[in-house]
């Protein structure tokens, strides 16, 4: 099966301007994340997912971040203004659901993601 | 709250001897834990994963995990070191309803020839 897509793979931008990045979860797929990888550091979630319904922004600058899924399958993610700290690797998963109907863990998988440089 | 300790920023170890990549984990109740790998300009990719079956947990490559919760500990091992196997592995433990996913700060791994 197709993996989780994401485009562009590479941006460079400077401070200030606005960005988007693209992501198409594995099909049927009703939970999507976004993650942000700044170097040297581990993923954090930014925002969940369920369809088309966020479950969890908590970790999303407001200010600045925003993302949407309005169809419940691809999702958005756009910044603007960019901050130089917002050079990261910027990663899209998808699982069926967040758990099983005997409640585990579902897999997530990562697409390869969108390396943002501000400059 | 859920986190995890990864032990090690750098493991370098030599082509054909063991691996062994540390990690110890907080949790107010019963964890899921996972070991992801990430290559160069690759996504991440799941090695493992332990949901409260066996506590001994086989993945793909040859690597394993054995969860103690005695000494709260998720080590990543394998018993020799191949080339491909350099890379950056997270920990990682999921947390709340939703199972959100936790990364811990990563351990790179340089195998010599």
């Known amino acids: 099966e197709a993996g989780v897509a994401q485009s562009p793979r590479y941006k460079i931008i400077e401070k200030r301007q606005s960005v988007a990045f693209w992501c198409n979860p594995i099909s049927g797929h009703a939970t999507l994340y976004w993650y942000q990888q700044i170097l040297g550091q581990g993923p954090k979630l930014l925002i969940q997912?369920?369809?088309?319904?966020?479950?969890?922004d908590s970790q999303l600058p407001k200010d600045r971040f925003s993302a949407e899924r309005l169809k419940g399958v691809d999702s958005t993610l756009k910044i603007q203004p960019a901050k130089l700290e917002d050079s990261a690797v910027y990663l899209c998963?998808?699982?069926?659901?967040?758990?099983?109907?005997?409640?585990?863990?579902?897999?997530?998988?990562f697409g390869p993601g969108t390396r943002l440089l501000v400059l | 709250a859920q986190s995890v300790t990864q032990l090690d920023s750098h493991v370098s170890v030599s082509e054909g001897t063991p691996v062994l990549l540390r990690c110890n984990y907080s949790s107010s109740y019963s964890p899921s834990l996972f070991w992801y790998v990430q290559h160069p300009n690759k996504g991440l990719q799941l090695l493992l994963k332990?949901?409260?079956?066996?506590?001994l947990v086989k993945g793909i490559n040859g690597f394993e995990a054995e969860f103690k919760k005695s000494e709260t500990s998720f080590h990543l091992t394998k018993p020799s070191a191949h080339m491909s196997d350099a890379a950056e592995y997270f920990c990682v433990v999921s947390r709340g309803s939703a199972r959100q996913l936790t990364f811990g700060s990563g351990t790179q791994l340089t195998v010599l020839p």
């Open positions: 997912f369920q369809n088309n319904g966020v479950v969890d």
């Open positions: 332990y949901t409260s079956a066996a506590t």
């Open positions: 998963a998808s699982s069926p659901h967040p758990r099983t109907l005997a409640g585990r863990q579902e897999t997530q998988y």
